[in-house]
């Protein structure tokens, strides 16, 4: 199975953008179905965006609809999660995931932090 490292994350004010990579292990990336989640502090962790195999199809919280850009580029093993408009309530860890299905990921990156001030 692939193992998943994210990148990217950091401080930024709001209005801003990031972009998050996600660099993935091993030579089975483009048969996962690849996610980004993302956790505050005291809160659950939430589904931000999902991209199937090949790229042709994502989907997005409504939260992140028109702000963020999932894509992924199969012959680098990455995954990317363009963020726009930030603000503060975007602000959490930020977490790469890959599965068989947008709604089975259980494959697990470390995390990257996004602090995003207002």
């Known amino acids: 199975q692939v193992q998943l490292v994210e990148s990217g994350g950091g401080l930024v004010q709001a209005g801003g953008s990031l972009r998050l990579s996600c660099a993935a292990s091993?030579?089975?990336?483009?048969?996962?179905?690849m996610g980004w989640f993302r956790q505050s502090p005291g809160k659950e962790r939430d589904f931000v965006a999902a991209i199937s195999r090949s790229g042709g199809y994502t989907n997005y919280a409504d939260s992140v609809k028109g702000r963020f850009t999932i894509s992924r580029d199969n012959a680098k093993n990455t995954v990317y999660l363009q963020m726009n408009s930030l603000g503060p309530e975007d602000t959490a860890v930020y977490y790469c995931a890959a599965g068989d299905t947008d709604t089975t990921f259980r494959i697990w990156g470390q995390g990257t932090l996004v602090t995003v001030s207002s």
């Open positions: 091993g030579r089975t990336f483009s048969t996962y179905v």
